[in-house]
């Protein structure tokens, strides 16, 4: 079955860029989404098809995929950012989430 | 968007069986695919099971197929997962989410019911 990884945890300071990836197998062939989970919340998708952002959700979020990595940027990351971020691909009728990576904003 | 009510979960033991509902409000309930999703305790995100909007289509991750059903009722709004043979491992908070047009994401989850497994 396809898996995708992240890595567990990145630290950033306000103002700086974030960059979470996800990692699997010829990942640029498909379509990945991102969620952000704040503590004790449901999970809040804020990009989709690699790159393009559901209403609401602030252009300082960003996404890209080619190769074997896809990769959600934030830009100029603030306070309320921090959080679990997931990425998510399909494959074969079956849904994968990667593993999540935790956002602290220090 | 449409929102999702999960219930049923509670403190269960290993072998036993149990089912959860979803119940979604609006009148496009019917009209669209439905998934449920769980996490386990301090864990990632864990796809479960894919209906159809018509209840033509179920998928099944590999780690419930064959144990886990998934069903739904448009008459009533309500989405269903039977979980039956219940194991430690299935304690997780387990989510109904729609999906989006695409239907390879999810743009709309519940708040979620906790299964707790244990004897």
């Known amino acids: 079955s396809y898996e995708v990884t992240q890595s567990p945890s990145l630290s950033v300071s306000p103002g700086q860029t974030a960059s979470i990836s996800c990692f699997g197998d010829?990942?640029?062939?498909?379509?990945v989404g991102w969620y952000q989970q704040k503590a004790g919340q449901s999970p809040l998708l804020v990009i989709y098809?690699?790159?393009r952002r559901p209403s609401g959700i602030p252009e300082r979020f960003s996404g890209s995929n080619s190769g074997n990595t896809a990769t959600l940027t934030i830009s100029g990351t603030q306070a309320m950012d921090e959080a679990d971020y997931y990425c998510?691909?399909?494959?074969?009728?079956?849904?994968?989430f990667g593993g999540g990576t935790r956002l602290t904003v220090l | 968007q449409v929102q999702l009510v999960e219930s049923g979960g509670g403190v269960f033991q290993p072998g036993r069986s149990l089912r959860l509902s979803c119940e979604g409000s609006?009148?496009?309930?019917?009209?669209?695919?439905k998934h449920w999703v769980r996490q386990a305790p301090g864990k990632g995100l864990e796809w479960v099971a894919f209906?159809?909007?018509?209840?033509?289509?179920?998928y099944y991750a590999d780690s419930v197929k064959g144990r886990f059903t998934i069903s739904r009722d448009n008459s009533k709004n309500t989405l269903s997962l039977q979980m039956n043979s219940l194991r430690v491992d299935d304690t997780a908070m387990y989510y109904c989410?729609?999906?989006?047009?695409?239907?390879?994401?999810?743009?709309?989850w519940g708040q979620g019911t906790l299964v707790t497994v244990s004897s």
């Open positions: 989410a729609d999906p989006d047009f695409s239907n390879y994401y999810f743009d709309n």
């Open positions: 609006g009148f496009t309930f019917s009209s669209y695919g």
């Open positions: 010829k990942l640029g062939n498909k379509r």
């Open positions: 209906i159809s909007y018509d209840g033509s289509k179920k």
């Open positions: 998510q691909t399909w494959d074969s009728s079956h849904w994968v």
């Open positions: 098809q690699d790159n």
